[in-house]
């Protein structure tokens, strides 16, 4: 089993070898054929399902290049406002954007900055316990959820 763990502030063609990246791109994401995913997180607030295209099952490349656009939206209003009251986070936060501006032009928070000093993408893991308590009551359920996990470079 290849364990892959890359800075998620980069593209994945950028961030992991290109030798590696060529030999994990397309293939499954895991054993047995999932068609459907939902990713979820504890270091952040948002949920992202990858469907595979029709005829296809989730690949490892959909799931790092879906991560890496969704961390790179930027951050709502009411997203904000979730960090609003917490100095902490709120803090860690613009820090994160304050060293990602220096070398990118757009000068707005973006979801990554979300993850402060832990943009280290370090895999996925299951926790059904987490999963049920972040599951949004009355939503339909995805089978395959599972948990991103982040750390320091």
Known sequence: MTYVRYDI?????????LTTWQQVYHIPAFVAPT????????AFPWSMVIRAPAGSVVTCGAIFEGLHEM????????EWAIVALDK?????I???AKARQEKDKDKRLKRIDWLGDTPMFKGLEKD???EKKRHL?????????????????
């Open 9 to 17: 502030r980069k593209p994945a063609r950028e961030g992991i070898m």
């Open 35 to 42: 068609y459907e995913i939902l990713i979820i997180s504890k």
């Open 71 to 78: 961390l790179h939206k930027h951050i709502e209003d009411s």
């Open 88 to 92: 902490t986070r709120r803090e860690a």
């Open 94 to 96: 613009e820090k994160a």
């Open 128 to 130: 059904e316990e987490f």
């Open 137 to 153: 009551p009355g939503s339909d359920t995805v089978a395959e959820t599972w948990v991103v996990r982040f750390g320091k470079p």
